[in-house]
């Protein structure tokens, strides 16, 4: 199993930027596609951007499309999502995951394994 922890969330206002890093362990990140999806309490976890474990093709919410890029690492076993032009819509606990299975990665129970979660609150 591959274990992964968040960080890099914080508070920070309209129109600025983070980037949010998942540090993967156990296993070699790259035989994973790799999702970042958030949640706000009381709505599902919505997807927000993913990329394929081979190509390093990207997918992307509309909602965010322009203003996030996600990004891997394989060799730090790290994935980045950098987070530019911040609303307050996206304000949620942002999660990283794995997917070992290589396809639908957009949805979230595709997903095998979870990081904790880091917050991101944007005010306006």
């Known amino acids: 199993q591959v274990q992964l922890v968040e960080s890099g969330g914080g508070l920070v206002q309209a129109g600025d930027s983070l980037r949010l890093s998942c540090a993967a362990s156990?296993?070699?990140?790259?035989?994973?596609?790799m999702g970042w999806f958030r949640q706000v309490p009381g709505k599902e976890r919505e997807f927000v951007a993913a990329?394929?474990?081979?190509?390093?093709?990207?997918y992307y919410a509309d909602s965010v499309k322009g203003r996030f890029t996600i990004s891997r690492d394989n060799a730090k076993n790290t994935v980045f999502l950098q987070m530019n032009s911040l609303k307050p819509e996206d304000t949620a606990a942002y999660y990283c995951?794995?997917?070992?299975?290589?396809?639908?990665?957009?949805?979230?129970?595709?997903?095998?394994?979870w990081g904790q979660g880091t917050q991101v609150t944007v005010s306006s």
């Open positions: 995951a794995a997917n070992s299975a290589g396809f639908g990665i957009l949805i979230s129970t595709r997903y095998s394994n």
């Open positions: 156990g296993r070699t990140l790259s035989n994973y596609a």
């Open positions: 990329i394929n474990r081979s190509s390093g093709t990207t």
